[in-house]
């Protein structure tokens, strides 16, 4: 049975950090992961990808504050995130997709496997 779990939300203040971790279990590889993350009110976006060749994507909003990290053996997936400000309070998932692709976009259609989530919350 696969599943995916995230962890290492909190509430923290603009420009704090805050790094995200999600394990999987059932998989045999993953292609692609990604973090995705939904506010109040707004539709889920994607955030950040990383393919199982290295090549990663980001949000523009959070190019140069978040980093994304893939580990093929493990099938784990972590999300370092630096400097945050208040808009980037949601609850962010962790996805995953086996199937192969050439690259792994932030279009949350192109995962199958979601996490339950973990909330983040920065004040100003």
């Known amino acids: 049975q696969v599943q995916l779990v995230e962890s290492g939300g909190g509430s923290v203040q603009a420009g704090g950090s805050l790094r995200l971790s999600c394990t999987t279990s059932g998989f045999d590889r993953t292609i692609c992961m990604g973090w995705f993350r939904q506010a109040p009110g707004k539709e889920r976006e994607g955030v950040a990808s990383?393919?199982?060749?290295?090549?990663?994507h980001y949000l523009d909003s959070v190019k140069g504050r978040f980093t994304i990290s893939k580990d093929n053996a493990k099938n784990t997936l972590s999300l370092q995130m630096s400097s945050l400000e208040p808009n980037d309070t949601a609850m962010y998932y962790c996805?995953?997709?086996?199937?192969?692709?050439?690259?792994?976009?932030?279009?949350?259609?192109?995962?199958?496997?979601w996490g339950q989530g973990t909330q983040v919350t920065v004040s100003s």
């Open positions: 990383a393919h199982a060749d290295g090549s990663t």
């Open positions: 996805a995953a997709e086996p199937r192969f692709k050439l690259w792994c976009s932030l279009w949350s259609w192109d995962y199958n496997y």
